[in-house]
């Protein structure tokens, strides 16, 4: 532990942003997996079916009621479509479907930002760094090697801990990137279904 305190005192001023960045890092991912082992709890997979089985009988009201109480995304965005099919179906299957997306989403902006910024914020510590080695280069403290070098541990440090930060968040970005795009395809193949069944429904269903 101390060898770690050590690192991040000769890391310079720049790595308290680093410091921050890591923690919201931190704090974004755990909350994510956190939301998205809840949503798989809350998976459903027979209530849609319920669902798409009254439509293809013709039967919206029961639909409608098979998932009114559902916590799953999906079978949520099928009622609140079903729920608006005398005005514009549609749309409200794309209103809610982005609203369901939107929430798998939160998150993921503030992690490809600090993936972006922490090698930034690394880079910007070894030009600190090292503008601080050369100033005693070129001053009168040529006797001062320790010094010199402990600017460059400076720099090498900073751009260390930026390229960490990046490549540990790089891992559940990804992972969290594929839950959204698992989500998107199982909201889509639902709404396609139900899209297909209605075109086939009974006059008058």
Not at 10 to 19: A, E, S
Not at 151 to 174: D, K, Q, S, V
Request: some cysteine.
């Amino acid at each position: 532990m101390k060898e770690w305190v050590g690192l991040f005192e000769k890391g310079g001023p720049i790595m308290w942003p680093l410091l921050v960045t890591s923690i919201a890092a931190l704090t974004v991912v755990i909350e994510r997996i956190v939301f998205i082992v809840r949503e798989r709890s809350l998976r459903e997979p027979e209530v849609v079916e319920k669902i798409l089985s009254a439509v293809e009988d013709g039967d919206r009201e029961s639909a409608i009621q098979a998932g009114q109480t559902s916590r799953d995304f999906v079978a949520r965005t099928l009622v609140y479509g079903l729920s608006h099919s005398e005005t514009s179906f549609s749309n409200a299957l794309l209103r809610a479907a982005s609203l369901e997306l939107k929430r798998f989403n939160q998150g993921l902006v503030v992690l490809d930002t600090i993936i972006t910024l922490s090698p930034l914020l690394g880079l910007l510590g070894t030009v600190t760094g090292m503008i601080h080695a050369f100033s005693l280069l070129g001053g009168a403290e040529l006797d001062a090697p320790a010094a010199i070098t402990g600017g460059i541990a400076e720099a090498l440090i900073a751009t260390a801990f930026g390229l960490a930060i990046a490549i540990l968040c790089l891992i559940p970005y990804n992972y969290l990137n594929g839950r959204l795009e698992e989500a998107r395809h199982e909201i889509e193949d639902a709404a396609s279904n139900l899209e297909i069944l209605l075109a086939h429904a009974a006059p008058g269903a």
